[in-house]
């Protein structure tokens, strides 16, 4: 990661807070923070936590999660009795359910003004978005040299059984694949696109670890995922073959983000960590070492990222928080009458 100088850090952070950074105290404060483990890598526990910690001369707890449904599920079974501050790497996927219950207390980091209004999934604040990439098909380019450029070519009999595709009842990048198809095909349509390309699919994971081993093994050629992906493996295995499609149609954008539970304590310091997520200078870190995009957009992209295929039509924020919480269940049934039958 790259290093984060201590003094821009600390006069970004101080002046652009919106808490009272009048009260000083003596007491070493434990900011306790829930996040998912794409996000809390070696390197975030070396060079980020640190930083922050130096500067306000506090303490930081963190709890892994392997993904982010298991995290939120966990806040909100504890909402009564957590000590938990901060959840980092809430998705616009679980929008719905991290809005329920007063769960999020609406924060509107000054920050804010550097992010993309298409970014800010929650027009309440109550998550503040961090980095994001748009959902696309990854396929190894020395197996499928013609990858599928529409909806409808995914339906070509050409790939039947190539396709590794994630579990939208346990992953987040299943669970955006199908708000995609959705918002894309709509409420009669997206069940048909499911018909239509259930023969062209190798294995469905509810494990998005598991998924992606399968498909860097060989077991099919084709995997539904984050297009940021490639650019690790050219950054760390210096190859190309890793690419990205996106159909013509139009894309989704997953995107992750961080919020302040309502029962904390330390509304202050959270706020404060809340405001660095979202400086220049932790946001340039994220292209090298998290593989997604900033959500600030004064962070100039790396060359590599050049090569992502674009969105022409964005279907990302289609849907209301009151939508999908009245028919997801709806949603998921019927995947499950096509998918799993």
């Given at each position: 990661m790259k290093k984060i100088y201590f003094f821009l850090i600390l006069a970004l952070i101080i002046s652009c807070s919106k808490t009272d950074n009048n009260k000083i105290s003596d007491e070493i404060q434990t900011l306790n923070i829930?996040?998912?483990?794409?996000?809390?890598?070696?390197?975030?526990?070396?060079?980020?936590?640190?930083?922050?910690?130096?500067?306000?001369?506090?303490?930081?707890?963190?709890?892994?999660?392997?993904?982010?449904?298991?995290?939120?599920?966990?806040?909100?079974?504890?909402?009564?009795?957590?000590?938990?501050?901060?959840?980092?790497?809430?998705?616009?996927?679980?929008?719905?359910?991290?809005?329920?219950?007063?769960?999020?207390?609406?924060?509107?980091?000054?920050?804010?003004?550097?992010v993309n209004d298409d970014l800010i999934f929650d027009k309440e604040y109550r998550i503040n978005p961090v980095c994001y990439s748009n959902i696309a098909f990854i396929y190894n380019s020395y197996e499928i040299t013609n990858p599928p450029s529409t909806f409808g070519e995914m339906q070509d009999g050409k790939f039947k059984d190539?396709?590794?595709?994630?579990?939208?009842?346990?992953?987040?990048?299943?669970?955006?694949?199908?708000f995609w198809s959705v918002t894309a095909f709509g409420r009669n349509g997206y069940g048909h696109f499911w018909r239509s390309i259930k023969d062209n699919v190798f294995s469905i994971y509810d494990n998005q670890?598991?998924?992606?081993?399968?498909?860097?093994?060989?077991?099919?050629?084709?995997?539904?995922?984050?297009?940021?992906?490639?650019?690790?493996?050219?950054?760390?295995?210096?190859?190309?073959?890793y690419k990205s499609t996106i159909p013509k149609e139009g894309g989704f954008k997953f995107i992750q983000g961080v919020g302040i539970l309502n029962s904390s304590q330390k509304k202050d310091l959270a706020g404060k960590f809340v405001d660095f997520l979202l400086s220049l200078e932790f946001q340039e870190s994220i292209t090298d070492e998290?593989?997604?995009?900033?959500?600030?957009?004064?962070?100039?992209?790396?060359?590599d990222y050049e090569i992502l295929p674009q969105i022409t039509n964005d279907y990302t924020n289609k849907l209301s928080i009151r939508q999908?919480?009245?028919?997801?269940?709806?949603?998921?049934?019927?995947?499950?009458?096509i998918m799993l039958k």
């Open positions: 829930y996040g998912i483990e794409i996000f809390l890598n070696e390197d975030f526990y070396e060079n980020v936590i640190p930083i922050f910690t130096n500067i306000f001369k506090c303490e930081i707890k963190v709890t892994k999660f392997p993904n982010a449904l298991s995290m939120l599920d966990k806040t909100i079974s504890e909402k009564d009795s957590t000590n938990i501050d901060l959840v980092f790497g809430i998705d616009n996927t679980l929008l719905f359910r991290a809005a329920q219950d007063s769960l999020f207390f609406s924060y509107e980091s000054n920050n804010l003004h550097n190539q396709i590794i595709l994630l579990d939208p009842r346990n992953t987040s990048i299943g669970r955006s694949m199908l670890n598991d998924a992606y081993n399968a498909f860097l093994a060989g077991e099919a050629p084709m995997i539904v995922g984050m297009d940021t992906t490639p650019i690790y493996h050219i950054q760390h295995d210096n190859t190309d073959k998290m593989w997604m995009k900033p959500a600030n957009k004064k962070v100039k992209l790396p060359v999908t919480r009245w028919q997801y269940n709806g949603w998921i049934a019927k995947w499950k009458r």
